[in-house]
């Protein structure tokens, strides 16, 4: 049975009595907390205080590193001093993705949260729960003064969605144990003993001059909503709609059909969320506007056909605004179009011998024009360098074609698997003691921050686990209520059996 808040003036106290009523009820209180504390990629100073405060209130060792990753330390309860060290770590930050029309400032506004059908939602916006629950975890457990452990070190990085700028700067001496338990995925019973590395690919379009719209043509908006979007490494097998490239390729008819010209663009806006909504100021002759209204119609009518079963809810709407001050010129314009409806977006190749994994994809995250230049971003995976190599070169070589400067940055390397570690022992005895079966053991196409602070510390013996969440990086994100207690009681019998 499901439970169904509506939100009134009293609605948060409300959310944070039926939060303390679930179990385990310490995780969710702190995942509670979290919810309203704005955490957004790049803004991490409240998120910081409170953690530090958090640790502080608890008597014990709490440090901010240099970057600014919070380090958290419990020595081991009484019996357990011999026990094997663990790090146990999370990411402080959220993706803050939402709806066009709601008004939410990720900077200063909790997050809205309601209960549907045995999952925790946020209302039009992204939960957090991607990495908020393994934080919440790691707060419960130094919090708890009736678990049984060895040492423990909790560290909780910054700005992991952004570029994981606090794994990459954690130096050596920061952590001690060797032994990381990652709580930043999204599938129960299954550990994550790898993962794909990434590289972000930068496309810039110079725009020296912008044109005067001709003196007969009308304005109007065209925006592309209503795709569920999702993280670009999770979700990217699912066949979503990509809306950059979904909006370019209605760009491309209308320029050939009625001589549309194109203003400004704006699609997406993160490299790791599956863009959900695109919008463009274009320019027609007034005798087409007709025939526009008409096309669009009939081309949101065949998408939502086309998509049928994986998208629901497509929208291809025409607005009429104000004249833009100006318009691309019509070399430039052609060669931007054509890149985006050329270029590779999706899935490119799966794992030889491992049908339903992932191997390489690219996520045409981000196209907008930027004062006269118009930019592309792309987030490239592979748990193969050499095919995250050639896929680059695939973008490279299309956008270059077109004109354009592409370079790169952000590389961060993959994980490779280790399946002989005392770690990977321990967890998968635990798992079949506790829930009778054996957890299946897989690589994850997504960036962990394992394999670079394997990089940045040493050699540690590294898993990753976690509940079931859904959808994260779009506002459909989700987590399930009943696999969140299964989670937190499989990770405190590991910490006990380790």
Known sequence: MGWYIFFIPLSYSIMKQTLSQLKPSALWGYFYELTQVPRPSGHMAPIQAFMMHFGQSLGLPTLKDAVGNIII???ATPGFEAKTPVVLQAHLDMVPQKNSHVDHDFEKDPIRLRIEDGWLKATETTLGADNGIGVAAAMAVLAATDLEHGPIEALFTIDE???MDGAFGLKPETIKGR??????SEDEGELFVGCAGGVNVNVSFSCPQLVPVPSDHKSFLLALTGLKGGHSGMDINLGRGNANKMLFHLLKSLVGKYGVRLATYQGGTLRNAIPREAFAVVTLPSTKVKDLNTYVAAYMADLNALYAGIEDAIKVSVEPTDLPVGLLPEPLQDDVINAVVAVHDGVLRNMPGMAEMVETSSNLAIVKTEGKDVIFQFLARSSSAFMKDQLVSMIQSTCALAGA????SGTYPG???????HLMDVMVNVHSDLFGKKPSVNVIHAGLECGIIQEAVGKMEMISF????????SPDEKVEIASV??????LIHVLKAI
């Open 73 to 75: 330390s419990k020595p």
């Open 161 to 163: 969605e952004t570029g």
């Open 179 to 184: 032994t990381l338990i990652n709580m930043d």
């Open 405 to 408: 400067k592409v370079s790169t």
């Open 415 to 421: 994980w490779m698997p280790d399946l002989k570690s």
């Open 466 to 473: 976690g509940p079931i969440i859904r959808h994260p990086h």
């Open 485 to 490: 207690e299964r989670f937190w009681n499989y």
